[in-house]
């Protein structure tokens, strides 16, 4: 409060004065209701008699309020009825008057003094701290510069006076960052910045009002750093992750270009697989080459001239091989022989010669041949009649027709000229001939001869032919002189792998396509919404994609939608290379941005292994009548083939294709004049199957279902017709899918001669029995009844086993005596017989006669009958086990 002094005059006529030159000024302080702090003291001009009585500010809702302390000597005090807070109203002017108490008892007709003008300023005390104007600041600076300031962070402060409202310093309270502020809030990097050391700073800055009252929260500054801009394909990865039967999966989903604000017209961009490494370029089906024409239904009658070295094909056994995809490899110093009979002599008009080559450039001299194909004469001379070379990065197809009635210049050599020649990358290579035109495929696309020379025809002679594979056989020798031996020559360097010649027919450009087909390449996901403008060309194999567009969000787009596919069951494991090459063109400018290259891969990852078992009955015995008819005996009637692969949790069925399946004789091989296997061929009808016969067994191959296979390994026969020579067969049944890159289990099958599979039951009856004919001698079936007793004899109870014996006596008793009978007889009229031609026999002359006695045939004629030796034979043979069973245990 204030203290007010105010005169009082002498006579009540006077008017009450504030004798004060100015106005009156005070301070209060803010938020403080009461106000102790003494103004100025009035001085006045005393007037007897009168006093004061009230003082009266004027003014709207001023929150003070003055009262008068000492009527007599006119002092007041001038107080704040409600707080005050300088933040709302800094100061206050107002205009105060006092009064007299007036004359009369009831005190009216008083005075009033003069105005006086009134002016409070509020203190203002320290009461709020800092607070910053954004809840976090972010700014984004480019590696490698120093900033003056990269951003400024502003706070600001409610208390009203300069002293305490002002911000008069800013601090970096994260410790050890290369970053500095200064007074105004300007943040500066102290050192520049690495993006390859840190992407991102995150920083808290505090602030101090000039009271030194901190800011109670601190603000987060982010600091990003960016890579000094370079022209590039941005937010790709290298590795890309493949898992089998994935289908099309992309291999770029969020790649954008960043061309630096580059005045950038068009751009193009090529991805390329690079899948020179795997198989043969790429992961193709890795079926045998008979399998692949059979599933691409390529003509029949193909000669593998560079099989999988066997018994049967030894040719290529000295050869360097590459066992996973059969790929023979030349080095310059090997040939192969092709043995006689192979191939045909004669080709005719029309062939056709398939083969996988990976060449590169000829080491040594360049005018060398190299040897791929060559049929030369053997001996004598060196004519070559066809051959297949490389000679200078060039094709050429030799072709050298016999000598008939047109004595004239023929079309005899076949050039090409091709860079994939010698780019040491795998091409499929196809020639079809039907002379006088030869037209070469390569990776199905069709190239016509550059040069086609003509020659003379070669006139006949009785020199032998020699067909060799990877060098050419020189046959050349002259009597008497000291020539060379027989060798090779013209020896080629490089890989073959699925070498083929098919004499008298052509393939289509369809079956060619489907043999060299990649089962793995770069696709496009929906090309319908690949943008306008885009422009988008693949190579026939699908490794190369080349995109063209001038706009770059399109061909953003456009790069993003391009996928890598696996469509094999079962791919080839293993990293596939991706290269990505673009080219800018800029608007009017002489130097365009640069874009580097990316190299990125693809992980394909191992497919699960499937399990393949072959289920089915493995043991059977049939009578002889059954193996001696004409259609014999089924060998696999149920035979069940299922594949199953082991999931983290369960074990699934899956279902795939089968290559082959062999049945295999176990033991001594098939005789071919009494035994055999059979297979209608009208049962291949319809699946893409075919199947060889031998002694060895029998072969079915092809890709085809697993169903497919089950229905005609179901058809498979076995036939004999001397069952007398066989006691049993066994067999042994594999499948393979992949050219056995999957294997079955080995099924084996026993099959019985049901008659001897009793002997083989019952050894130790036949032991006892050996004195009686064998009934596989007659060549005569058992017996119902010997069956049954043969199978169920051995199964009699004790009990039963008395009567049993009991009746078996019984009837071997009468049996003896009536065999006894027919013998006596039977002889009886064979003497009387010979007794009548004795006469006769003598007239012969048989002093050089020899004659030879069949022993069955005496016994035949002398023995029992054979029902009843086979009776009594089965009888005693029940009998004997019977008692070797059970009465060894003390049953009777």
């Not at 102290?190 to 601190?218: P, S, W």
């Not at 193009?268 to 008979?290: F, H, P, V």
């Not at 190579?539 to 770059?552: A, H, K, R």
């Not at 006596?809 to 009548?836: D, K, P, W």
Request: hydrophobic share 35%; with cysteine.
């Amino acid at each position: 409060f204030f203290l007010l002094t105010v005169p009082l005059p002498l006579a009540h006529l006077h008017k009450v004065l504030f004798i004060s030159a100015g106005s009156l000024c005070w301070y209060v302080v803010q938020r403080i209701v009461h106000v102790t702090y003494l103004s100025q003291v009035v001085k006045y001009r005393w007037l007897p008699a009168h006093q004061i009585c009230a003082f009266k500010i004027h003014g709207q809702e001023m929150p003070f309020e003055a009262v008068v302390l000492n009527k007599t000597s006119g002092e007041g005090r001038l107080r704040a009825k409600s707080p005050i807070d300088c933040e709302l109203q800094k100061e206050y002017t107002f205009i105060i008057q006092a009064y007299d108490c007036g004359a009369g008892p009831s005190g009216t007709n008083w005075k009033k003094s003069h105005k006086a003008v009134v002016h409070i300023q509020v203190k203002d005390v320290n009461e709020f701290a800092p607070t910053f104007k954004e809840t976090s600041y972010k700014a984004t600076v480019t590696e490698g510069k120093i900033y003056d300031s990269i951003l400024q962070v502003e706070a600001i402060d409610e208390d009203c006076s300069p002293q305490y409202s002002q911000i008069c310093n800013y601090e970096i309270v994260t410790t050890d960052v290369p970053f500095a502020i200064d007074r105004n809030g300007n943040i500066r990097n102290t050192e520049k910045l690495n993006y390859d050391k840190q992407h991102v700073y995150e920083i808290m800055v505090t602030a101090f009002d000039c009271g030194q009252k901190r800011a109670t929260e601190d603000v987060l500054v982010r600091v990003d750093v960016k890579p000094v801009c370079k022209p590039g394909w941005q937010d790709w990865n290298k590795r890309i992750e493949y898992k089998p039967g994935s289908g099309s999966i992309p291999l770029f989903p969020s790649i954008h270009l960043e061309t630096c604000d580059g005045p950038v017209s068009s751009i193009q961009t090529t991805i390329e697989l690079q899948t020179n490494y795997i198989g043969k370029g790429c992961d193709r089906e890795t079926y045998s080459e008979k399998s692949l024409q059979k599933l691409c239904g390529a003509s029949s009658g193909a000669i593998d001239l560079l099989p999988t070295p066997s018994a049967a094909t030894n040719w290529t056994a000295g050869l360097l091989i590459d066992n996973n995809d059969m790929i023979f490899k030349f080095d310059g110093k090997q040939g192969a022989k092709i043995p006689d009979g192979i191939v045909p002599k004669n080709l005719t008009d029309q062939f056709t010669i398939t083969m996988w080559m990976k060449h590169g450039p000829s080491p040594g001299l360049r005018a060398e041949k190299e040897t791929i194909l060559c049929n030369s004469d053997k001996t004598e001379m060196n004519r070559h009649h066809y051959a297949l070379y490389v000679h200078n990065c060039r094709l050429v197809f030799l072709l050298r027709k016999d000598f008939d009635q047109a004595d004239t210049f023929r079309p005899a050599e076949f050039h090409w000229k091709l860079d994939q020649i010698c780019d040491k990358e795998w091409h499929y290579y196809v020639v079809n001939v039907e002379f006088p035109v030869v037209t070469l495929y390569m990776d199905g696309t069709t190239y016509e001869p550059y040069l086609v020379t003509n020659d003379w025809p070669i006139h006949p002679s009785h020199i032998a032919m020699q067909l060799t594979v990877g060098a050419c056989w020189q046959g050349n020798t002259i009597k008497g002189h000291n020539s060379p031996p027989l060798q090779f020559a013209q020896y080629f360097h490089g890989s073959l792998a699925s070498l083929t010649i098919r004499p008298g027919k052509i393939e289509s450009q369809k079956v060619i396509s489907c043999l060299q087909a990649c089962k793995e390449g770069l696709d496009i996901n929906s090309l319908e919404s690949l943008g306008q403008g885009i422009k988008h060309h693949f190579n026939p194999s699908q490794s190369v994609l080349v995109m063209e567009g001038d706009d770059i969000e399109n061909i953003n787009q456009a790069l993003q939608k391009v996928s890598y596919i696996n469509s094999r069951q079962f791919p080839t494991a293993g990293v596939r290379r991706l290269k990505v090459s673009s080219k800018v063109q800029c608007f009017g400018e002489d130097v365009c941005i640069n874009i580097p290259d990316i190299d990125a891969y693809v992980m394909v990852f191992q497919a699960n292994e499937p399990k393949i078992t072959i289920n089915g009955m493995d043991h059977f015995a049939r009578p002889p009548t059954q193996f001696e008819s004409e259609r014999g005996v089924t060998l696999l009637p149920d035979i069940r083939i299922v594949s199953t692969v082991t999931k983290p949790v369960v074990l699934e069925e899956m279902v795939h294709n089968l290559d082959f399946c062999d049945i295999l004789v176990i033991g001594v091989e098939l005789d071919p004049r009494q035994e055999c296997l059979e297979l209608d061929r009208k049962e291949l009808q319809g699946k893409h199957l075919d199947a060889t016969n031998s002694t060895a067994g029998y072969s079915i191959y092809g890709v085809d279902t697993m169903r497919n296979y089950e229905l005609v390994l179901q058809q498979v026969r076995y036939r004999n017709w001397h069952t007398f020579n066989i006691f049993d067969r066994k067999f042994r049944i594999k499948c393979s899918e992949l050219n056995g890159r999957y294997t079955s289990n080995d099924f084996n099958l026993e099959v019985s001669n049901e008659k001897m599979h009793f002997y083989q039951k019952f050894p130790s009856a036949i032991d006892e029995l050996h004195f009686f004919p064998h009934p596989s001698e007659q060549g005569l079936s058992v017996p119902v009844f010997g069956q049954y007793l043969a199978h169920f004899g051995c199964y009699i109870v004790p009990s039963v086993a008395t009567i049993v014996i009991i009746i078996c006596v019984s009837i071997l008793v009468f049996i003896i005596a009536l065999g006894i009978y027919r013998v006596r007889t039977s002889h009886q009229h064979s003497s009387t017989e010979n007794e009548g031609s004795k006469e006769n026999e003598m007239d012969w002359d048989d002093s050089a006669l020899t004659i030879t006695v069949n022993p069955m045939e005496v016994r035949k004629k002398a023995g029992l009958p054979w029902h009843f030796q086979e009776l009594v034979f089965w009888v005693v043979a029940c009998l004997v086990t019977v008692f070797k069973k059970h009465f060894k245990d003390g049953f009777i």
